[in-house]
């Protein structure tokens, strides 16, 4: 079997790489790490005016029509370039409230879409998988909570909640990875079992989107990693050329091969097992991608000053979120098994 992306499908992703390159995403990264977002969201306006938020709805509700391929093409390019912002949460909260209004709920999508898929208004979104905290909510304009179903009446399922506030940003071990735990209460948007639906899709575009950033993550760090071994020199000659050097790039090449695939095939099928697959093989990708160039650029790899740093550190919490390497391989085991 063999499948490639078509000639428009290529062309979106050379858009999107050729607007990322002309961003300096480095300089938009540290700046939403200090808590500047102006660049960021410059950055957020033009992605939006390309259509990466538009990819997860529906043409009935001024979307791009749900293109999976798609989005797991545009988000491998914000992997590439390390785009800061919730754009995982993004995708998944326009899955939500598009399936929400298919559903026969159609108000929150009306009163929340419209500025989402602009990029006039930046959404995050928390799961009762995501341990109480949220993404970058003070740079959010709109922070949607899913609640379980602890605390509301028996069997009225969960609740979307839009948060009235936020607690400290805390410290993560990705400075552009802003949590806070999102204030209790608010306004109710949704409950009840239809959203119980519309959350189990939010979590499959999620992982999806998740899945083709670690990609990105993992193909940025090796070319760096490539380039660097090839330029500096030990004894008289390219630390590249040594076998140990070697066969820890080709062990990468291997995971980033192994995975990308997997993300392209559960873009086509969204099946959950097929994207637990992808999600935990594209997660050790970009962690074994991480570790590869971290001892490759040896001890300079950490510095803030390399920008080599803001890929590394996406790697672990991409690996992560919204699904653990342990939990989508017992989702794999448990599908096909």
Same mark, same amino acid.
């Given at each position: 079997?063999?499948?490639?992306?078509?000639?428009?499908?290529?062309?979106?992703?050379?858009?999107?790489?050729?607007?990322?390159?002309?961003?300096?995403?480095?300089?938009?990264?540290? &700046?939403?790490? *200090?808590?500047?977002?102006?660049?960021?969201?410059?950055?957020?306006?033009?992605?939006?005016?390309?259509?990466?938020?538009?990819?997860?709805?529906?043409?009935?509700?001024?979307?791009?029509?749900?293109?999976?391929?798609?989005?797991?093409?545009?988000?491998?390019?914000?992997?590439?370039?390390?785009?800061p912002g919730p754009l995982v949460?993004?995708?998944?909260?326009?899955?939500?409230?598009?399936?929400?209004?298919?559903?026969?709920?159609?108000?929150?999508?009306?009163?929340?879409?419209?500025?989402?898929?602009?990029?006039?208004?930046?959404?995050?979104?928390?799961?009762?998988?995501?341990?109480?905290?949220?993404?970058?909510?003070?740079?959010?304009?709109?922070?949607?909570?899913?609640?379980?179903?602890?605390?509301?009446?028996?069997?009225?399922?969960?609740?979307?909640?839009?948060?009235?506030?936020?607690?400290?940003?805390?410290?993560?071990?990705?400075?552009?990875?802003?949590?806070?735990?999102?204030?209790?209460?608010?306004?109710?948007?949704?409950?009840?079992?239809?959203?119980?639906?519309?959350?189990?899709?939010?979590?499959?575009?999620?992982?999806?989107?998740?899945?083709?950033?670690?990609?990105?993550?993992?193909?940025?760090?090796?070319?760096?990693?490539?380039?660097?071994?090839?330029?500096?020199?030990?004894?008289?000659?390219?630390?590249?050329?040594?076998?140990?050097?070697?066969?820890?790039?080709?062990?990468?090449?291997? *995971?980033?091969?192994?995975?990308?695939?997997?993300?392209?095939?559960?873009?086509?099928?969204?099946?959950?097992?097929?994207?637990?697959?992808?999600? &935990?093989?594209?997660?050790?990708?970009?962690?074994?991608?991480?570790?590869?160039?971290?001892?490759?650029?040896?001890?300079?790899?950490?510095?803030?000053?390399?920008?080599?740093?803001?890929?590394?550190?996406?790697?672990?919490?991409?690996?992560?979120?919204?699904?653990?390497?342990?939990?989508?391989r017992a989702e794999v085991l *448990?599908?096909?098994?």
């Open positions: 079997m063999r499948f490639l992306p078509t000639a428009e499908q290529r062309d979106f992703t050379r858009s999107l790489d050729a607007l990322l390159t002309a961003s300096d995403t480095p300089s938009a990264v540290r &700046a939403w790490s *200090a808590g500047d977002h102006g660049p960021g969201r410059t950055l957020w306006a033009r992605l939006a005016d390309a259509g990466v938020f538009a990819l997860a709805a529906p043409e009935t509700q001024d979307g791009m029509g749900r293109l999976p391929v798609e989005l797991a093409l545009a988000h491998r390019e914000l992997g590439r370039h390390a785009v949460e993004t995708a998944a909260a326009t899955a939500l409230l598009s399936h929400l209004a298919d559903a026969g709920d159609p108000a929150p999508a009306k009163r929340l879409l419209p500025g989402l898929l602009t990029g006039e208004t930046v959404v995050t979104l928390g799961v009762p998988e995501g341990g109480g905290y949220v993404l970058d909510a003070e740079g959010a304009d709109v922070v949607l909570v899913v609640t379980g179903a602890d605390g509301a009446a028996p069997g009225s399922g969960p609740e979307l909640r839009l948060a009235p506030g936020h607690g400290p940003v805390h410290p993560s071990l990705d400075p552009a990875r802003r949590l806070a735990r999102p204030d209790p209460g608010g306004e109710l948007l949704a409950a009840g079992p239809p959203l119980a639906g519309a959350v189990g899709c939010a979590v499959r575009w999620a992982r999806l989107a998740a899945a083709a950033q670690a990609v990105g993550v993992a193909e940025e760090l090796l070319r760096r990693t490539v380039a660097y071994v090839k330029q500096r020199t030990q004894f008289g000659v390219p630390i590249g050329s040594f076998q140990a050097v070697k066969h820890r790039l080709a062990d990468t090449l291997l *995971a980033v091969e192994f995975a990308r695939p997997l993300v392209y095939g559960a873009a086509l099928t969204l099946a959950p097992g097929d994207l637990a697959a992808a999600k &935990a093989a594209a997660g050790e990708a970009a962690y074994t991608a991480a570790r590869a160039a971290l001892q490759l650029h040896g001890a300079i790899g950490y510095t803030e000053e390399l920008d080599l740093s803001l890929w590394l550190r996406k790697a672990r919490p991409l690996r992560d979120a919204w699904g653990t390497p342990a939990r989508c *448990a599908a096909y098994v």
